[in-house]
Each structure stands twice: as structure tokens, then as C-alpha cells.
């Protein structure tokens, strides 16, 4: 009820009038069934934007940290959180991740679309990063198809550390349904779970436009905030795997879904995205 009130009488119609957001493929979202919805991560405003334009229920997996803030803000944030159709989701690894996405399978098993964010965090700089292949278990383990959304202008409207939004118009780009039931019975296949992920990001990078990074965007963060602990001069987010991106205009033909090019990453960084692999994703509006 709380979810249907906010985005049919008070966010969404106060969000249309304010941002006037455009959308195409609309008619791309299932009219009924199970479907996961991918999406680039620009802006935390991304839950809330996606949600306001597609007719059905969207459920997300976001971080668990917005569930065990303490205090009554902290206290007010998880309730928000829960009655606004978002469930936690531990990026820690292990039993904790799986277990989040047992609770992502329950959703889609009930029909219900689920919202997942591949990157499992906000691009630091507007570059699309690679996709952590907990959405490819989900998928592989269900069969659902996916929905693939390109969120466009949300980082101009709300940059990472900004609570007041700029007004401004915001675009998404809704893509046609990617069927990965040709993998049915290899759920567990480590390749199949990155294969499968790869040409997620592949659609998302094309509908988007965005430059493409074969990188982690948590590990980019993490550095950065090293950087900055340390008192060093940042460089710009990525620029170490400058060698390693893509960009991809949206009328640019290339080579099929799942066939990412990558060039030039240096050996060492395979060995870390092997070990990174093992972690699920999930959202991250921080």
C-alpha cells in the first residue's frame, strides 16, 4: 500500500512534473511473469526513477548497510527502505550473499520483478564497470529473462554526495529481453556465470553509451579513498585501466552480445577479478 501511495499520488507524480523523465521501450517490460531488471548505477535517485516509469512492482536488492543504521535516522532510513518494495543485500561474500539472493529468488519465484544493479555500486565517474556475476547465478538458477534499462543523466541530477537533487530531465532507455535459457542445467559453471554477465554488460554499454571499464567499480572506490586517507593527489577514477575501455555509440554496429572486448589488461588484474568473481553482486546507492 505505502509502495503504490508514494509513486501513484506523492513521489511520482511530483517527479514527473519536477525531472519530466523520457523513456523508450517501455513496451519491453513483461506484462505479467517473473523478469530481473539490470541497470547501470549512476545515482542513488536510479531506485527511484526506474521504479516511478515501469507499470509493475519493482523489488531491489540494496545494501544491507541502509537496514542496521542505529539511531532514529538510522532507524527511519530501514524503515523507509522496506516499505518502499527494497531488500537487503550483504556484499560481503560467502553464505551472507547467497543467502541475499535466496531472498531475490523468492521474488522472482512469486512472479515479481527484481531490480539488480551488476556493477554492485555507483560509478565513481560515470564509466560503466564490470559486472559481478551474482546476477547471473540469480538468472541462471531461475531462467527468468532480463530486462536490460540504461539510466541516462541521473549522475547530473545527483552526483555522489549531493542530498539535493538538480532539476533537470532524466532518460531511460529500456532494452529488448535477453533469454539465457541455452544455459539451463550449467548454473553452477563458473564461465557460464561470467559469460552470461559479460553480455549483460555488453547490452548495457550499448544501450547506454557509456565507456566501459574492465575493472571493478568497489576496487576503483577503495582506492581512491586510500589515496585520499593518505593525503595523496587523486588521479581520475580508472585511469589505471584507461588501456582496458571501450566506448560504444549507440548506433556503432560491433560484435555480438557477449563478446566484450577487452584490451590490454595487465595479467595481475586477472587474478583479482577471479578472486572477485566468488563475491556476489547487489546494489549500492553509497
Given at each position: 500500500?505505502?509502495y503504490w501511495?508514494?509513486?501513484?499520488?506523492?513521489v511520482?507524480?511530483?517527479?514527473n512534473?519536477l525531472?519530466?523523465?523520457?523513456?523508450?521501450?517501455?513496451?519491453?517490460?513483461?506484462?505479467?511473469?517473473?523478469?530481473?531488471?539490470?541497470?547501470?548505477h549512476l545515482?542513488?535517485?536510479?531506485?527511484?526513477?526506474?521504479?516511478?516509469v515501469?507499470?509493475?512492482?519493482?523489488?531491489?536488492?540494496?545494501?544491507?548497510?541502509?537496514f542496521?543504521?542505529?539511531?532514529?535516522?538510522?532507524?527511519?532510513?530501514?524503515?523507509?527502505?522496506?516499505?518502499?518494495?527494497q531488500?537487503?543485500?550483504?556484499?560481503?561474500?560467502?553464505?551472507?550473499?547467497s543467502?541475499s539472493?535466496?531472498?531475490?529468488?523468492?521474488i522472482?519465484?512469486?512472479g515479481?520483478i527484481?531490480?539488480?544493479?551488476?556493477?554492485?555500486?555507483?560509478s565513481?565517474?560515470?564509466?560503466?564497470?564490470?559486472?559481478?556475476?551474482?546476477?547471473?547465478?540469480?538468472?541462471?538458477a531461475?531462467?527468468?529473462?532480463?530486462i536490460p534499462?540504461?539510466?541516462?543523466?541521473?549522475d547530473?541530477?545527483?552526483p555522489?554526495?549531493?542530498?539535493?537533487?538538480?532539476?533537470?530531465?532524466?532518460g531511460?532507455i529500456?532494452?529488448?529481453?535477453?533469454?539465457?535459457?541455452?544455459?539451463?542445467?550449467l548454473?553452477?559453471?563458473?564461465?557460464?556465470?561470467?559469460s552470461?554477465?559479460?553480455?549483460?554488460?555488453?547490452?548495457?554499454m550499448?544501450?547506454s553509451?557509456?565507456?566501459?571499464?574492465?575493472?571493478?567499480?568497489?576496487?576503483?572506490?577503495?582506492?581512491?579513498?586510500?589515496e585520499?586517507?593518505?593525503?595523496?593527489?587523486?588521479?581520475?577514477?580508472?585511469?589505471?585501466?584507461?588501456?582496458?575501455?571501450?566506448?560504444?555509440s549507440?548506433d556503432?554496429?560491433g560484435?555480438?552480445?557477449?563478446?566484450?572486448?577487452?584490451?590490454g589488461?595487465?595479467?595481475?588484474?586477472?587474478?583479482?577479478?577471479r578472486?572477485?568473481?566468488?563475491?556476489?553482486?547487489?546494489?549500492?546507492?553509497?
Amino acid at each position: 500500500m505505502f509502495y503504490w501511495v508514494m509513486k501513484r499520488i506523492i513521489v511520482g507524480p511530483i517527479l514527473n512534473l519536477l525531472f519530466r523523465p523520457w523513456v523508450k521501450g517501455l513496451d519491453n517490460i513483461p506484462s505479467s511473469g517473473p523478469a530481473v531488471i539490470v541497470s547501470n548505477h549512476l545515482s542513488f535517485s536510479d531506485s527511484i526513477f526506474l521504479p516511478i516509469v515501469v507499470p509493475r512492482p519493482v523489488v531491489f536488492l540494496a545494501k544491507s548497510e541502509y537496514f542496521t543504521g542505529k539511531g532514529l535516522k538510522g532507524r527511519l532510513t530501514a524503515l523507509f527502505f522496506r516499505l518502499s518494495n527494497q531488500l537487503p543485500m550483504d556484499r560481503s561474500g560467502g553464505a551472507a550473499s547467497s543467502s541475499s539472493l535466496t531472498a531475490g529468488m523468492d521474488i522472482l519465484n512469486d512472479g515479481g520483478i527484481l531490480g539488480i544493479y551488476p556493477e554492485g555500486t555507483r560509478s565513481p565517474d560515470g564509466r560503466l564497470y564490470r559486472g559481478k556475476t551474482g546476477v547471473a547465478k540469480l538468472v541462471l538458477a531461475t531462467g527468468v529473462p532480463v530486462i536490460p534499462v540504461a539510466m541516462i543523466g541521473t549522475d547530473k541530477v545527483q552526483p555522489i554526495g549531493r542530498r539535493i537533487p538538480n532539476i533537470r530531465r532524466v532518460g531511460i532507455i529500456i532494452g529488448e529481453p535477453l533469454d539465457f535459457t541455452r544455459y539451463e542445467g550449467l548454473e553452477d559453471d563458473r564461465f557460464v556465470q561470467r559469460s552470461v554477465t559479460d553480455e549483460i554488460m555488453y547490452e548495457l554499454m550499448r544501450l547506454s553509451g557509456q565507456e566501459y571499464v574492465d575493472a571493478y567499480a568497489s576496487t576503483v572506490k577503495e582506492r581512491l579513498a586510500a589515496e585520499k586517507a593518505a593525503g595523496r593527489k587523486t588521479p581520475k577514477p580508472g585511469a589505471d585501466s584507461r588501456r582496458a575501455a571501450v566506448r560504444i555509440s549507440q548506433d556503432a554496429s560491433g560484435p555480438a552480445p557477449g563478446t566484450v572486448t577487452e584490451v590490454g589488461r595487465a595479467p595481475s588484474a586477472d587474478a583479482a577479478a577471479r578472486a572477485d568473481d566468488g563475491k556476489d553482486a547487489g546494489p549500492e546507492a553509497g
